[in-house]
């Protein structure tokens, strides 16, 4: 493989920032006003909102689309898949970003396909300079594949490097088979929250 000279891209839905964010403040603002009013004591009965918070960025922040000349990096709430290169078949946007192996589908979280009133608003800007493979037959795509979707986006930057890495003979077409995706889960992450909520739950019980 020739030397690396393009890092790697994370994408969140669009969502992610300003969703995580509004949730945070108004947890850091309460929690703050606990401490104030009632001391240590408010405090200590702030877990629900620490676990409110958690769980805006465990669904809205954490979930990314991480592309790399290794491969794919889907980070789901509940699992991460990792998927090279050489185990890539194709990219569908159908419902969201999803990536398509000789093993299985593999759909992104953080990159969910448009909804109604997005396409409808859609212009033709927003289905030009595309990858050549996001292209059906007499020019068509999916709505999916819009370039101001998260799903268009991802699935453009996976394209985009996909085919790089094809033209440049550092990943071999025909290799699907012989190549699979890695799925764990995120059990840390899992984890945390358990206990978070179970805190949470403990301290409105008292």
Known sequence: MPARNTGPVVLRARSAPWLTG????????????????????????????????????????FPAVV????????????????????????VDTKYALTLVTASGRYSAWSAPAPGLFAVQRAQPDHI??????????????????????????????VRQRWSALLASGAVEP???????????????????????????VLAIAA
Do not use: C, F, K
């Not at 898949?81 to 185990?87: E, F, T």
């Not at 030009?128 to 930057?157: F, I, K, N, Q, W």
């Open 22 to 61: 509004i949730v945070w403040l108004i947890a850091a603002v309460s929690a703050g006003s606990a401490l104030l009013t009632h001391g240590g004591t408010g405090l200590l009965q702030s877990w629900p909102l620490l676990a409110a918070a958690y769980v805006a960025w465990w669904l809205a922040w």
């Open 67 to 90: 592309i790399s000349d290794d491969g794919v990096r889907l980070r789901n709430p509940i699992r991460t898949i990792d998927v090279p290169w050489h185990a890539l078949v194709t």
């Open 128 to 157: 030009r300079g595309l990858p050549e493979t996001t292209y059906g037959p007499a020019g068509s795509v999916r709505p999916g594949d819009l370039a101001t979707s998260d799903s268009g986006t991802a699935a453009y930057h």
């Open 174 to 200: 025909g290799m699907a088979e012989a190549s699979r995706a890695r799925v764990s889960v995120n059990w840390t992450v899992l984890a945390v929250g358990a206990a978070l909520v179970a805190a949470a």
